[in-house]
């Protein structure tokens, strides 16, 4: 597997691509896809040059379904299984959650999560977490790595945040990454609340839609290799900073899709591919039966349920 890297030779404004192999380990997918995962070398190298940070950004006022983030499922509130799931990952700096909502912040505080509050106005997560990390404690250098961990994905794995953070401390020159699911089954990607990915063989990510793309001509079938955004990004501080700066853009409106912005911006988003698994984000009421049927049987369920 090689990743896109911006460097000397070869390639659009000066792109090159350098095989990942040299600096990280494959781990085994179930299908032709593969983790990357930084060498224990390489991670004791770059830890001390940059902090990863992970923010989980949740508001209870969502449009499609009010309150979910403190909804139950098996009996603990969504936000707890994003926080518990993503606080097994090993790479972490800080982990905090980022709201403009006191019930939020008061189930944060029973829970023992650190919490930073945030303004009201914001609609997409990207600015939400780009304000959480500007409020740090200590600061956030420029390139410090800040991961969005979407609180509305309760059956995340732990290697989904080393998926996208890899890439980062791999190249110093890529600016940011988004988990980019395959999808195997037609009614994901014929569903409009999955919110599917464009992208080039650099894995440039072109453009974000909720339409069914890209086009299958004749039947939909996994090797046509469409991909979803699952709820992780992960960004250079300096490049989130002029994300939060930029105004939000025609086509982010009309696709109500943070990524799209990116497309107006001087640097592009990179997808950081991963295998499908049976992991379910939440968007509607509907949703809570399908991620509480898929998460009795989940293994990361077992270890704190």
Not at 247 to 267: G, W
Not at 270 to 287: G, K, N, R
């Amino acid at each position: 597997m090689e990743i896109f890297c911006a460097g000397s030779g070869g390639g659009r404004d000066g792109e090159v691509f350098l095989p990942f192999e040299r600096l990280c380990r494959r781990v085994a997918s179930a299908d032709s896809f593969g983790i990357l995962i930084p060498s224990p070398t390489f991670i004791s190298l770059t830890k001390a040059k940059m902090k990863t940070i992970g923010i989980v950004p949740a508001r209870m006022a969502a449009s499609r379904f009010p309150g979910k983030p403190l909804y139950p499922i098996h009996g603990r509130p969504m936000l707890e299984h994003v926080m518990l799931r993503a606080r097994m990952y090993q790479g972490w700096d800080q982990l905090v959650l980022a709201t403009c909502d006191r019930e939020i912040e008061q189930f944060a505080n029973d829970k023992g999560f650190p919490v930073i509050m945030t303004g009201a106005h914001h609609t997409r997560a990207l600015d939400r977490v780009a304000e959480a990390a500007e409020r740090l404690e200590g600061g956030v250098a420029d390139d410090d790595i800040v991961v969005c961990v979407q609180g509305d994905e309760p059956m995340m794995r732990p290697d989904m945040m080393d998926a996208v953070v890899a890439p980062l401390r791999a190249d110093p020159s890529i600016p940011c990454t988004v988990l980019a699911m395959h999808i195997t089954e037609e009614f994901i990607w014929r569903n409009p609340d999955t919110v599917k990915i464009i992208h080039n063989d650099a894995g440039e990510v072109l453009y974000t839609s909720r339409a069914p793309v890209p086009y299958c001509k004749g039947s939909f079938t996994p090797a046509h290799l469409a991909r979803r955004i699952y709820g992780i990004f992960a960004f250079r501080w300096k490049y989130l900073k002029a994300f939060s700066i930029h105004p939000e853009t025609r086509l982010e409106q009309l696709e109500a899709c943070d990524s799209n912005r990116i497309l107006d911006m001087p640097f592009r988003q990179y997808i950081a591919p991963y295998p499908y698994v049976e992991s379910f984000s939440v968007d509607s009421p509907q949703d809570i039966d399908l991620v509480e049927r898929h998460m009795a049987a989940d293994k990361y369920w077992a270890l704190y349920k």
